[in-house]
T-cell receptor, first 114, second 116 residues
Framework: AQSVTQLDSHVSVSEGTPVLLRCNYS??????LFWYVQHPNKGLQLLLK??????LVKGINGFEAEFKKSETSFHLTKPSAHMSDAAEYFC????????????FGPGTRLSVLP | NAGVTQTPKFQVLKTGQSMTLQCAQD?????MSWYRQDPGMGLRLIHY???????DQGEVPNGYNVSRSTTEDFPLRLLSAAPSQTSVYFC???????????????FGPGTRLTVT
């Protein structure tokens, strides 16, 4: 069975400071991993995905995530937060077996203070 | 290419009423799914389909039915609405076959449902 833990339900940073959103996963097989962002009252947008190629994945809007198998982690980072980054962020895991579903973490709400 | 479309955007139902949430995609994706989103719980899978004629239950299927008669459409039916079904509902689709690469999901804009 697969599962995702997002260690912080809420993270607050000042504009211009680094962002770290933590994600740990559990999967029986080598998984695919994703980060999605949801702005208030909007749908979900893909930020980045891990495809078992490079372990450091670059996404849109300056976000990155590093896959660490030994730590079963896929933390999301950004060097400098912008006000427009304030949103809910979801870490998602999917196994490679046919028919395996996407499993969402509970989400981390990011606040960016001026 | 419209992606994933959902109708309606908003709906208010009375307890006991039934309705169908519509979902369609034009990307020829095999995999389609329905989620509900509730505060603090992320997205929870209701039902999913890996192709036309094939559906299965997810984590929270009670009170919902689905069918998949075509690749494009995947409607979600609420049989007898209850206040506990007040939520935001998202439909999503993706490729399924591994030879199409790593298959992220594409989401519709959501339907906000209130049951009174």
């Amino acid at each position: 069975a697969q599962s995702v833990t997002q260690l912080d339900s809420h993270v607050s940073v000042s504009e211009g400071t680094p962002v770290l959103l933590r994600c740990n996963y559990s999967s029986s097989y080598s998984p695919s991993l994703f980060w999605y962002v949801q702005h208030p009252n909007k749908g979900l947008q893909l930020l980045l995905k891990y495809t078992s190629a490079a372990t450091l994945v670059k996404g849109i809007n300056g976000f990155e995530a590093e896959f660490k198998k030994s730590e079963t982690s896929f933390h999301l980072t950004k060097p400098s937060a912008h006000m427009s980054d304030a949103a809910e962020y979801f870490c998602v895991v999917k196994g490679h077996n046919y028919g395996q579903n996407f499993v969402f973490g509970p989400g981390t709400r990011l606040s960016v203070l001026p | 290419n419209a992606g994933v479309t959902q109708t309606p955007k908003f709906q208010v139902l009375k307890t006991g009423q039934s309705m169908t949430l519509q979902c369609a995609q034009d990307m020829n994706h095999e995999y389609m799914s329905w989620y509900r989103q509730d505060p603090g719980m992320g997205l929870r899978l209701i039902h999913y389909s890996v192709g036309a004629g094939i559906t299965d239950q997810g984590e929270v299927p009670n009170g919902y039915n689905v069918s998949r008669s075509t690749t494009e459409d995947f409607p979600l039916r609420l049989l007898s609405a209850a206040p506990s079904q007040t939520s935001v509902y998202f439909c999503a689709s993706s490729y399924q076959a591994l030879d199409r690469g790593t298959y992220e999901q594409y989401f519709g804009p959501g339907t906000r449902l209130t049951v009174t």
